[in-house]
């Protein structure tokens, strides 16, 4: 199924024979997908399926480096409940941990990928209303770098649950919003903010979980948020996604209520945020209108006539709906579009 999609220049200079774009072809359209941290494993990700059926899809690829092929492995493809909304490898570069992968869709699952690749089992199946067999479906999930122990998800129902994952038991679950929670991002131990169908970005300490701080409201009245992506390298700084809007915000936590800058260069519905894990002002923004920028924000707070300009654009060849930047390798970034996932040198 994979193929790299330039042809590999002939040179030997090894930077010149290695191709900067590298396309995998799904058999499905491709909706979740995320970047293997492991250092272990390069060039490892994983993709699902988006079939409007109740048995959907997971594969597990790899760039193989001598022939350039994004490649499948059919002993860690397998079968997922309903769509996955967002899918994550366990935070773990050094290996310590074993190898486990979640999704969320109806139940947040845990993954355990074998020792000697040869199959993927279900590990755990996360459910926090044990009253009831019917739960709102989980829109998004964040795990928890600092603490792996920790996975945070979000609700159709209104709720963010925290769950300790080796306890497989809930830590905390509390009403977060007015309506729909559509993203959750943690930034820190005991610190996470959410986005919701209600127009408000949040930021919850666990310390004290009778409240919450409001950092931004949409100006339009009943205005989803839709995503959410908090800094890691400087997490004074969170950026979101306006529902069918093709500006991002990014905000500046100690300064709520204004943006402290829009960037409006996209010609359609911004999809995807990924901010570098290596630079503390570069974030990468795709969405509807095919094009995937990558912007420099370190004039954030000063004034740029006539707005910021990205400093890097890619064109894909349809709608970009997911992006991942890699943590382990940061020059590379992933996008997906209908049914190809492209890994991208940056």
């Known amino acids: 199924m994979g193929k790299s999609s330039d042809p590999i220049q002939d040179g030997s200079d090894e930077q010149q024979k290695r191709s900067e774009i590298y396309t995998y072809e799904a058999p499905w359209h491709i909706y979740a997908m995320n970047w293997s941290v492991r250092r272990d494993k390069k060039y490892r990700l994983a993709i699902t399926s988006l079939l409007e059926q109740y048995p959907n899809r997971v594969e597990i690829v790899q760039l193989d480096e001598s022939n350039g092929e994004i490649r499948s492995d059919l002993n860690l493809s397998f079968e997922h409940p309903y769509p996955p909304t967002k899918t994550i490898f366990i935070p773990d570069k050094e290996c310590q941990r074993p190898d486990l992968l979640a999704t969320s869709?109806?139940?947040?699952?845990?993954?355990?990928?074998?020792?000697?690749?040869?199959?993927?089992?279900?590990?755990?199946?996360?459910?926090?209303?044990?009253?009831?067999?019917?739960?709102?479906?989980?829109?998004?999930?964040?795990?928890?770098?600092?603490?792996?122990?920790?996975?945070?998800?979000?609700?159709?129902?209104?709720?963010?649950?925290?769950?300790?994952?080796?306890?497989?038991?809930?830590?905390?679950?509390?009403?977060?919003?007015?309506?729909?929670v559509f993203d959750i991002a943690w930034g820190g131990v005991g610190v996470f903010a959410s986005v919701s169908a209600d127009g408000s970005v949040r930021v919850f300490d666990l310390r004290d979980k009778e409240h919450s701080t409001i950092i931004y409201e949409s100006s339009e009245p009943d205005t989803p948020l839709v995503r959410l992506g908090w800094n890691k390298q400087d997490p004074r700084y969170m950026a979101t996604i306006i529902m069918d809007s093709a500006k991002v915000v990014v905000l500046d936590i100690r300064f709520p209520a204004l943006p402290v800058v829009e960037l409006q260069r996209h010609q359609s519905s911004v999809n995807a945020i990924a901010w570098a894990p290596h630079s503390s002002c570069h974030i990468c923004t795709a969405g509807d209108d095919s094009q995937a920028l990558i912007w420099d924000i370190s004039s954030m707070g000063q004034h740029v006539e006539g707005g910021l300009d990205p400093i890097l654009a890619y064109t894909a060849g349809a709608e970009i709906e997911q992006l991942q930047w890699s943590s382990s390798q940061p020059d590379w970034v992933a996008i997906a579009f209908s049914t190809k996932l492209q890994i991208l040198r940056v």
Not at 130 to 158: H, M, Q, V, Y
């Open 105 to 180: 869709s109806d139940f947040l699952r845990l993954w355990r990928i074998a020792d000697d690749h040869s199959r993927v089992e279900l590990k755990s199946c996360l459910n926090s209303n044990k009253n009831s067999e019917f739960c709102g479906p989980l829109t998004s999930f964040d795990w928890n770098e600092a603490e792996p122990r920790r996975i945070g998800t979000s609700s159709t129902d209104t709720t963010c649950t925290i769950w300790d994952i080796e306890r497989e038991a809930v830590d905390t679950q509390l009403i977060a919003h007015d309506k729909e």
